[in-house]
């Protein structure tokens, strides 16, 4: 049917841009390093992931700072940039407190997995592949609702199969990871700036990296420590 053909064109045509293969290897590469210097270590041992998760807040704080001191003047600005800092810093800082005693180390690990590695890929390339409803404009230009759903639905199925997450779990990361993507996001486009710093290169900074599992990080613990941890 004519209605048919419109809706199927864009997904049967579609074939992947040299851009877009290039982008899956560096994140292929990423995620090989992240495999071998900070995932297993981090999983063997609750003192190792400790130091990341505080090295991660360091490095993200510090970017953050540079980034509002290079681009910031008036007192005004600076109080509110203060308020948007403490809004982030302060439950992290409180999470890394008691999240191995609330959820463990492991799961915290795992929500490194299914929320940065797994969620944040899954929208990449489900967005690019047949996006073609662009939402948060404004905050995240690339961000389209196809990007959204599918990569729910593979961070979904990655979470439940080969984690056993309960969905409720999955469903908070993955909401919380999406919301603190444009949190910083929106404080990017406040600044002027298109990433916090250049330190990994063509991937940005530090904080653009965590900023998601950041969100979904804090979710997953405080939801433990005041509801359930399941």
Not at 3 to 16: D, M, R
Not at 86 to 101: C, D, E, K, R, V
Not at 127 to 138: A, F, L, P, T
């Amino acid at each position: 049917m004519p209605g048919q053909e419109i809706w199927l064109h864009p997904i049967l045509s579609f074939e992947p841009s040299q851009a877009m293969l290039t982008e899956l290897h560096k994140r292929i590469g990423v995620f090989v390093g992240l495999v071998t210097c900070l995932l297993l270590p981090m999983w063997a041992s609750e003192l190792y992931c400790y130091v990341v998760l505080c090295c991660f807040v360091a490095g993200g704080t510090l970017e953050y700072w540079t980034a509002v001191y290079s681009n910031v003047s008036s007192r005004e600005d600076w109080a509110v940039y203060v308020i948007l800092f403490m809004a982030w810093f302060l439950p992290t800082a409180a999470a890394l407190q008691i999240y191995n005693g609330v959820v463990g180390h492991t799961r915290l690990v795992e929500c490194l997995i299914i929320q940065l590695v797994v969620g944040d890929s899954a929208q990449l390339i489900v967005g690019r592949s047949i996006g073609r409803h662009h939402v948060c404009v404004k905050l995240s230009p690339k961000k389209t609702l196809e990007g959204y759903i599918g990569g729910f639905v593979l961070t979904f199925l990655y979470g439940a199969m080969v984690h056993g997450w309960s969905p409720v779990n999955i469903c908070v990361v993955y909401v919380f990871g999406c919301a603190g993507d444009l949190y910083f996001s929106a404080i990017k486009r406040r600044l002027g700036i298109k990433d916090y710093s250049r330190v990994l290169s063509s991937h940005g900074g530090l904080l653009d990296r965590i900023d998601s599992f950041m969100f979904a990080a804090n979710a997953l613990v405080w939801k433990a420590a005041f509801l359930s941890p399941d």
